[in-house]
């Protein structure tokens, strides 16, 4: 099974990812730590496709890849059979993403290893480039890009989950896992 979890940043696309590759017995392929680089530096697209690519192909039975990453459509969604879509309200993604930067900044948890990139109070709650301000600036975007995507005849060969509350993610794993058996 091949299956891509997105949604907007701090809804919990890589808790579930885990709790799927898990349950699949599957590799987890986390998007963000393909294309971070120390120092915050991002990938070249270049770079990123062929680590993404690889990773893919390291496992062809399946994978369970979180993100977004849209200019990475082409080559996720190629072969997906299934894309989750964390649909969480506004104020319950805002919450998340808050309290999950608290936890990285007291902790100062590499995100990423070899990366060295650790949250910082600076960095999460007084930068323009703050994950937060993101969440907030690309939440509606989300919303129509993946309503969007959900209706296009060209992923059509896609089956779409649309989840909205977190109690349906425990549904959503136990409902894959048994279709896996």
Not at 21 to 33: G, N, S, V, Y
Not at 72 to 92: A, H, N, S
Request: net charge positive; hydrophobic share 45%; with cysteine.
């Amino acid at each position: 099974m091949k299956i891509n979890v997105v949604g907007t940043s701090g809804c919990g696309k890589s808790t579930l990812a885990e709790a799927l590759a898990d349950a699949l017995h599957i590799p987890h392929i986390q998007l963000d730590q393909l294309y971070w680089q120390a120092d915050w530096q991002g990938s070249l697209d270049d770079e990123f496709f062929a680590r993404l690519h690889a990773a893919m192909a390291a496992s062809p039975n399946g994978w369970v890849i979180d993100g977004n990453f849209d200019r990475t459509r082409p080559i996720k969604w190629r072969d997906v059979d299934i894309v989750i879509w964390l649909d969480l309200g506004f104020w319950r993604v805002l919450s998340q993403s808050v309290g999950r930067a608290i936890a990285r900044i007291a902790s100062q948890k590499e995100l990423w290893p070899g990366t060295g990139n650790r949250e910082s109070f600076r960095q999460t709650f007084l930068s323009r480039d703050s994950v937060l301000l993101w969440s907030l600036r690309t939440w509606h975007r989300n919303r129509r890009r993946y309503l969007a995507a959900m209706i296009d005849p060209e992923y059509s060969h896609i089956h779409f989950i649309r989840l909205t509350h977190r109690h349906e993610m425990a549904i959503c794993i136990a409902a894959l896992a048994e279709r896996n058996i």
